[in-house]
């Protein structure tokens, strides 16, 4: 059994057996703060930042250490933690890393940053972070080819692997073009749930991929996120 916390934007906890896994944890300025990281005090805590950009950086991460000093952070090498935190791995594209018993393989986004395909208590977690197929409307071609090629070279690296949890950008603002992403994963990879993400509050998105046409051989596969903070249990037998 899998537990996904939806916490806000591009924010998740995902519980499994032993680890507790938290990306991209994001406040929105102190607004919203969802965790009492105490209760979790009992298994090993790993939390990632794919980038430094404010929607997936949030300062906050780092109080946690004073509850919990084990505390482990893998933070992308764009981004720069207070001073006085312990427990730090610095991490680049391309790159396999290990922790105890927990492995991550890092991708190059082609915004910023990372993105992380994680594998802890025979469970392979992918999160995007800001790794997307950004096809804006307002851009020349030669752009979009280009984001749209690296997209794919960074996807078809995992096209051998099986994603049992995989958190995936779906931007409204890209208009018609927001399924992109998402439709070329799911396409290439065999992924048994997909979390929609960074789709800024508009939770109406679901709805939208559901009547879309693109996604009617993995629909059933996408999960409906109603709210900030909401929990999802995943039973053995969907992962």
Known sequence: MIQVTYFHHSGFMVETEKNCLIFDYFTEN?????????????????????????????RKIFDWQKTIPQIQYVLSDDVTPIRTVQNVHKVHFGKIYQ?????????????????????????????????????????????????????????????????????????????????????????????????????WKKYDIYNTLQKDERSVNYRNCVVSIQHMNELFVIKEEEV
């Open 30 to 58: 102190g607004k919203y703060d969802f965790l009492d990281i105490s209760k979790y005090s009992s298994k090993k805590i790993v939390v990632f930042v794919s980038h430094f950009h404010q929607d997936h950086y949030d």
């Open 99 to 199: 922790i105890d018993d927990i492995i991550i393989e890092t991708f190059h986004s082609n915004d910023e940053g990372v993105a992380f395909l994680v594998k802890a208590d025979n469970k392979v977690i992918y999160h995007a972070g800001d790794l997307n197929w950004w096809h804006w409307n307002g851009e020349n071609d030669k752009f979009n080819k280009g984001i749209a090629g690296m997209y794919k070279k960074e996807i078809d690296k995992m096209k051998d692997s099986v994603i049992d949890v995989a958190f995936v950008p779906v931007d409204p603002r890209l208009e018609e073009n927001y399924i992109l992403g998402l439709d070329y994963i799911m396409k290439t990879i065999k992924v048994k749930k997909a979390f929609p993400m960074h789709f």
